[in-house]
């Protein structure tokens, strides 16, 4: 079977970002098990055909607008664009945006560590031996480290985050319940980490 051919989408979002040059269109296209290098591996819960590369454009905390790629599901990959399309509207700042293989051994600590925000990874809940919504492409982590998982003793991932803990604090990027960004994820039907009980994940976006 021939693979799916590179959907493009025109950005009319950008003429609304004063001061940012000019986006691109978002593009989805197809990615293969070399395209994923070490985010995937056989034994993994979804195959490569069922995912999808989304380049987006995002606002920087350089207040410019940057290009990035999410891995995603097939069924959320055009929801994903008109996501991050309003993102930009919002004028949401985010620190990066990088594929997951872009980390040796796509290590999520050194993806959070590095404010980078992401979606697919293939691998479990830790502790739990389930697979996180991370490994079927159905999450996405917005600025990881000014936004971290707290679980209910206290420990909070990435280790580098104490600072963010402290949820009243007033940084570009951090989330909170009612936030713009917030509502932008659950109107249309995802759930946000934090809004659990326990642990809480501020990061966290999964649909």
């Given at each position: 079977m021939k693979p799916p051919l590179a959907v493009t989408f025109s950005v009319a979002a950008a003429?609304?970002?004063?001061?940012?040059?000019?986006?691109h269109a978002d593009t989805i296209g197809p990615v293969?098990?070399?395209?994923?290098?070490?985010?995937?591996?056989?034994?993994?819960p979804i195959d490569p055909q069922q995912l999808r590369r989304v380049d987006v454009d995002y606002l920087g905390f350089d207040d410019?607008?940057?290009?990035?790629?999410?891995?995603?599901?097939?069924?959320?990959?055009?929801?994903?664009?008109?996501?991050?399309?309003?993102l930009l509207q919002l004028r949401y700042p985010i620190e990066k945006i990088r594929a997951l293989d872009n980390y040796p051994n796509a290590d999520d600590e050194l993806s959070m560590e590095d404010n980078n925000t992401s979606a697919f990874n293939c691998r479990d809940i830790p502790g739990t031996g389930r697979?996180?919504?991370h490994a079927f492409?159905?999450?996405?982590?917005?600025?990881?480290?000014?936004?971290?998982?707290?679980?209910?003793?206290?420990?909070?991932?990435?280790?580098?985050?104490?600072?963010?803990v402290d949820r009243n604090r007033t940084d570009p990027g951090l989330l909170r319940a009612g936030d713009p960004v917030v509502r932008l994820f659950t109107d249309r039907g995802w759930h946000w980490g934090g809004d659990w009980r326990t642990p809480k994940d501020y990061q966290h976006f999964e649909r």
């Open positions: 003429v609304l970002v004063s001061g940012s040059p000019t986006a293969t098990a070399a395209d994923l290098g070490a985010s995937w591996h056989p034994g993994c410019q607008t940057h290009r990035g790629d999410l891995i995603v599901n097939q069924d959320l990959a055009e929801e994903t664009v008109a996501i991050f399309d309003q697979w996180s919504p492409g159905r999450a996405i982590d917005l600025n990881p480290l000014l936004n971290p998982y707290v679980d209910r003793t206290g420990a909070f991932q990435p280790k580098t985050a104490a600072a963010y």
